[in-house]
């Protein structure tokens, strides 16, 4: 169940973390993989690890901070891997801060890539399922998009934005065979939550049902069911897995 072979994806986001892990997870099921990021180098060496363990993967250096500069990037893939049946929005960030403190330019930077990113690579990467009237389209978002997080208005308000604009999609693009579905990560093991002080790591874990931090595994098993042929009758859907932090 759950093979991906024949089918092209591309993943935001892959030079790291959950991106890195959900990048080779969707190769190690027989898809062809776009890996696109800023950091070049870390891409270059996913892909090479992908290589190795006998799957397909390809470059794309992507910064989605400019929202102007996408279309042109993605016209950069060679015409046998531009057809992408995969899209994976992953790549965010996060630039916390009380609301009474905030910038206008922290706030902005999140939108613009968490939120204005994922909007123009969906809509260029969505032209061409349109055309071949297939397509997965999964975002990730976070369940503080959902139950809201003191200190990160900006983020919660990006993740909650994809949930709307993700729902939106899945209305437009059903009657074309396109599926799109939000996947809500609560706390995961990565770069992002590696810097967390013991203290508040203890006292997260609290708050999660299942006391435990999440793997990017986790997420990544999730992303390959609604990437798959299996998933066809799921659209429009927030999956959560966050452990029970948010139930
Ligand atoms: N970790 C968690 O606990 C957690 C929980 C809920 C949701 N999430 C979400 O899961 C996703 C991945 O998180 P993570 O923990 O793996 O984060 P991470 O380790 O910080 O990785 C973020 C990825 O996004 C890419 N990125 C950042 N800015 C970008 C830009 N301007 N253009 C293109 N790519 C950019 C980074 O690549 P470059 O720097 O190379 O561009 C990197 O590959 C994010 O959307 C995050 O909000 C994470």
């Known amino acids: 169940m759950f093979r ?3 089918r092209t994806a591309l993943v935001t986001g892959a030079s790291q973390g959950i991106g890195e892990t959900i990048a080779a997870r969707l190769a190690a099921q027989g898809a062809r993989v776009v890996l696109a990021a800023r950091s070049e180098e870390k891409l270059v060496a996913l892909a ?9 993967a390809l470059t794309l250096r992507l910064d989605l901070a400019q929202g102007g500069e996408i279309a042109d990037r993605l016209k950069e893939l060679p015409a046998e891997w531009a057809e992408i049946d ?3 929005n992953n790549a965010g960030i996060t630039a916390d801060g009380l609301l009474a403190r905030m910038s206008l330019e922290q706030w902005q930077s999140v939108i613009d890539v968490n939120l204005t990113g994922t ?3 969906t809509r260029e990467v969505s032209r061409g399922m349109l055309r071949r009237r297939r397509g997965r389209i999964v975002t ?4 503080v998009g959902l139950m809201g997080n003191a200190g990160q208005a900006n983020y919660a308000a990006a993740k909650a934005g994809l949930i709307g604009f993700t729902k939106s999609v ?5 009657s074309r ?3 799109a579905n939000v996947v809500a990560p609560g706390f995961v093991e990565t770069a992002m939550t590696d810097t967390l002080p013991e203290a508040t790591r203890a006292a997260m874990l609290e708050d999660i049902a299942l006391r435990r931090f999440g793997a990017a595994e986790e997420i990544a098993a999730a992303v390959v069911y609604l990437a798959s042929e299996e998933a066809g009758y799921v659209t429009g859907q927030v999956l959560n897995v966050s452990g029970g932090l948010y139930i």
């Open 48 to 56: 090479a690890r992908i290589r190795e363990a006998g799957g397909e």
């Open 170 to 174: 899945a209305r437009e693009l059903a």
């Open 119 to 121: 909007f123009v690579v």
């Open 86 to 88: 995969i899209l994976v």
């Open 4 to 6: 991906l072979d024949g």
């Open 140 to 143: 990730i978002s976070s369940v």
């Open 177 to 179: 065979g396109i599926t």
